[in-house]
């Protein structure tokens, strides 16, 4: 059984490395969209285009209006002076926020009544739009709180030793500055390693079965599992060498901590391969030709990576959703991944997803073995 496990791991890495476009496969594209996402994914939004229109010309509202300008989140663009030419700038999409500011702004606030300010935003990107208005409520609540202690200073210095005040003290843990790439470049990685092993493996038996192969493994005495065995272990290697190459890039490129321990990461990365390496392969004995494995392997890793929780949050999907997510091995993976790089946990805190990608990895090799007949039917 040894030896002939040996002869199916010479063939495959043989014919692995004879494939130009194979070993191009396997390096260059992990690591550009490792570069891609990393710089490109980011719920953070700088630069809003915006424009402003000051009906109360007040040094309240000047004041007001120079927080947006000064901040690196908004980008003001405009002055506007009349409403008529909000609609065209928001049309055009030469900016998607306008800030309008009606008269009286001032004096509302030195009555110490609530002084209202109209952001119009561009919903058709209601992601930033969302994002955005988060951001000018920040603004403004600061701009209100700094205003009230000002106001309160002039009128009343001798009572403000006993006014109440409330300051709140940000204490982010694990990530500090908040970073939106310590949180993704991780995801990167398990995105890219579905991808890369589910292409690869789901081309494994069809070639065979294309290039007339098969045929000649029927005359052989080896059997469905040690196939399955021979042709999962060297992509199980391609695999812990793709995370290698994108973690050390992700690391020095980007700067994303690694706290974790090594061993933990790899022993999660190997279960989580098993589960991939189980699909693509199970994905390779329903199909007849690569094209069909292409297009199966595709309607599988979209969904994989959607409900993963990569990109949106699993809390906010619809209940049925989320049940089904539990049948995704990328999402118990993605956590072993931030776990370890970012929050430095071990197998104490991560045995659950552990648990969950082998049995999920167990099942998907035995139904790729079952699934597997020596035969061209």
């Not at 189980?278 to 392997?297: D, E, K, P, R, Y």
């Not at 539990?326 to 197998?347: A, E, M, N, Q, S």
């Amino acid at each position: 059984m040894i030896e002939r496990l040996r002869q199916i791991l010479v063939k495959e890495f043989i014919h692995l490395f004879r494939d130009k476009h194979a070993r191009f496969s396997l390096i260059v594209p992990p690591l550009l969209q490792m570069l891609i996402f990393g710089y490109a994914a980011t719920y953070e939004v700088n630069r809003v285009s915006t424009a402003v229109l000051d009906f109360d010309h007040s040094p309240e509202s000047r004041e007001f209006l120079e927080r947006f300008s000064a901040s690196s989140r908004f980008q003001v663009r405009y002055i506007l002076q009349n409403e008529s030419q909000i609609t065209s700038l928001l049309d055009h999409r030469r900016v998607v926020l306008v800030l309008q500011i009606q008269p009286g702004f001032a004096e509302l606030l030195r009555k110490g009544r609530t002084a209202p300010v109209q952001a119009v935003l561009d919903g058709t990107d209601s992601n930033t739009a969302l994002i955005a208005v988060g951001y000018i409520n920040q603004i403004a609540t600061r701009f209100a709180q700094d205003y009230q202690l000002q106001l309160a200073d002039r009128l009343r210095p001798a009572l403000m030793t006993f006014a109440p005040r409330i300051e709140l003290q940000e204490r982010p843990w694990y990530n500090a500055n908040l970073e939106g790439r310590w949180f993704f470049v991780p995801g990167v990685i398990g995105t890219v390693l579905l991808v890369t092993v589910i292409t690869l493996t789901a081309f494994a038996v069809v070639r065979e079965r294309e290039i007339g192969t098969l045929e000649q493994l029927m005359v052989t005495p080896i059997s469905p599992a040690e196939l399955i065995v021979g042709k999962t272990l060297p992509f199980l290697l391609v695999g812990l060498a793709t995370v290698i190459i994108t973690a050390i890039a992700g690391t020095l490129w980007f700067q994303v901590p690694f706290r974790g321990n090594v061993f933990v990461l790899l022993l999660g990365t190997t279960l989580f391969l098993s589960s991939a390496l189980g699909v693509g392969l199970l994905i390779s004995t329903i199909c007849w030709t690569q094209q069909q494995s292409f297009s199966l392997a595709f309607f599988y890793v979209t969904p994989a990576i959607m409900l993963s929780g990569f990109g949106y949050p699993i809390t906010s999907m619809p209940h049925a959703l989320q049940l089904i997510t539990y049948l995704d091995p990328l999402r118990f993976y993605l956590v072993v991944l931030r776990g370890t790089f970012i929050k430095g946990v071990g197998l104490g805190v991560l045995w659950p997803q552990m648990l969950a990608m082998t049995l999920l990895g167990a099942g998907a090799l035995t139904l790729a073995t079952l699934r597997f007949h020596k035969t061209l039917d």
